[in-house]
């Protein structure tokens, strides 16, 4: 089995590619242009002779023989993906083409990863599979989540026209080891704080709710829907939902007791509410998270303090 796992030098990818690596027989290629992603973060791969990795950008052709792709390329922190919006949309759009053209010319599975933002600033709570969603299309979030509201549209249209074995995963927010220090999003943000010593900064009004997932717990989701026989969408996240301000204390309390808390200005069209119903990937897949915020946290505080070379007193 060959797999083609695009975006694998992110934070998620990465962890897949050590998840498909373990198989004895699989052969993983990766393919990314290290926008937001890392060599470092395969650096245990590279040299394997299973192992193969392409500096591409997916928003053009790859031609590549493969049996199965894990689509996840794409950056995935706001900060990232609204800094050029257009090519967030070429990624999305053109690359989820790209891949979906590779699927069909080989007939291989595809699994793309999508993500609970495609539910916008959700009216319905906790979001389900068949909530359409409340997105605006004219924002500075739009070039993410209509970029993937358009990708899992084609890649429901290849399947119905093509034939195409596709898989769709809403993925919620997903934290853990190896995610970029700078990356922009709240929990790196906050251990990243914690251990240098400086406020927390919680975005107003710091009553927002996110819910957060250990990236391995994440990692087995994937796994079992792209081996699975339903082509989703299946939201895969952890349902204990928590505001920014319990985030921040939490926080505190674990890494930092005597580091402060201060509030700052948020960005447009934050959601304000979000928690995935995972009745489906139960049922579905048999999964369902089994590490929680507070495991998690020093999980991830232990490879920061190593990154930041801050070792715990
Ligand atoms: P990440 O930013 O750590 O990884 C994304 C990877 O894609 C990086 O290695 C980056 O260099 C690569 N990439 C970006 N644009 C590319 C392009 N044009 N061509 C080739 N490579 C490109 O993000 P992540 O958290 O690992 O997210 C992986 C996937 O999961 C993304 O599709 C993201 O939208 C989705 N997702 C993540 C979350 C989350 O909370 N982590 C939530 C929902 C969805
Ligand atoms: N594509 C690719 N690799 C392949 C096959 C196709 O990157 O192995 C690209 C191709 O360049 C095209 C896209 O996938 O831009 C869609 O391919 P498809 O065959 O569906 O459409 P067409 O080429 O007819 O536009
Ligand atoms: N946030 C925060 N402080 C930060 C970064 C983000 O309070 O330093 C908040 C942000 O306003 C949002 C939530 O954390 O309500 C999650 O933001 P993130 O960028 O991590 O991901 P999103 O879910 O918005 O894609």
């Known amino acids: 089995m060959r797999i083609l796992v695009t975006g694998g030098a992110g934070l998620i990818g990465s962890h897949l590619v050590d998840k498909l690596m373990e198989k004895e027989k699989s052969e993983v290629i990766v393919a990314d242009n290290y926008f937001?992603?890392?060599?470092?973060?395969?650096?245990?791969?590279?040299?394997?002779?299973r192992f193969e990795l392409i500096r591409h950008d997916i928003s053009r052709p790859l031609f590549v023989e493969i049996d199965q792709i894990y689509h996840l390329a794409c950056p995935a922190s706001p900060i990232f993906y609204k800094y050029n919006s257009v090519k967030t949309i070429k990624t999305n759009v053109m690359g989820t083409l790209n891949m979906l053209g590779l699927a069909k010319r080989l007939r291989a599975r595809i699994l793309f990863t999508s993500t609970s933002e495609v539910y916008g600033d959700s009216l319905e709570h906790p979001q389900k599979e068949t909530y359409w969603g409340n997105v605006n299309p004219i924002g500075v979030r739009s070039c993410y989540d209509e970029g993937k509201r358009m990708a899992e549209t084609l890649m429901f249209d290849y399947h119905r026209?093509?034939?195409?074995?596709?898989?769709?995963?809403?993925?919620?927010?997903?934290?853990?080891?190896?995610?970029?220090?700078?990356?922009?999003?709240?929990?790196?943000?906050?251990?990243?704080?914690?251990?240098?010593?400086?406020?927390?900064?919680?975005?107003?009004?710091?009553?927002?709710?996110?819910?957060?997932?250990?990236?391995?717990?994440?990692?087995?989701?994937?796994?079992?829907?792209?081996?699975?026989?339903?082509?989703?969408?299946?939201?895969?996240?952890?349902?204990?939902?928590?505001?920014?301000?319990?985030?921040?204390?939490?926080?505190?309390?674990?890494?930092?007791?005597?580091?402060?808390?201060?509030?700052?200005?948020?960005?447009?069209?934050?959601?304000?509410?979000?928690?995935?119903?995972?009745?489906?990937?139960k049922e579905v897949l048999g999964w369902e998270p089994k590490v929680n915020l507070h495991e998690g946290i020093p999980l991830m505080e232990d490879d920061f303090r190593q990154r930041l070379g801050v070792p715990r007193t």
């Open 36 to 49: 937001t992603g890392s060599k470092d973060n395969l650096k245990k791969r590279i040299g394997h002779p």
């Open 161 to 281: 026209q093509n034939g195409i074995e596709i898989r769709i995963a809403r993925i919620f927010n997903t934290y853990g080891p190896r995610m970029n220090i700078d990356d922009g999003r709240v929990v790196s943000n906050f251990i990243a704080q914690a251990i240098r010593n400086e406020p927390l900064t919680v975005q107003l009004p710091g009553t927002q709710t996110r819910s957060f997932c250990y990236v391995l717990d994440l990692v087995d989701g994937l796994t079992q829907l792209m081996e699975g026989t339903d082509t989703g969408p299946i939201n895969l996240g952890n349902p204990g939902e928590f505001t920014m301000n319990e985030l921040a204390k939490a926080v505190q309390e674990l890494i930092n007791p005597e580091v402060q808390i201060s509030e700052v200005e948020n960005t447009p069209d934050d959601p304000r509410q979000r928690k995935p119903d995972i009745t489906k990937a």
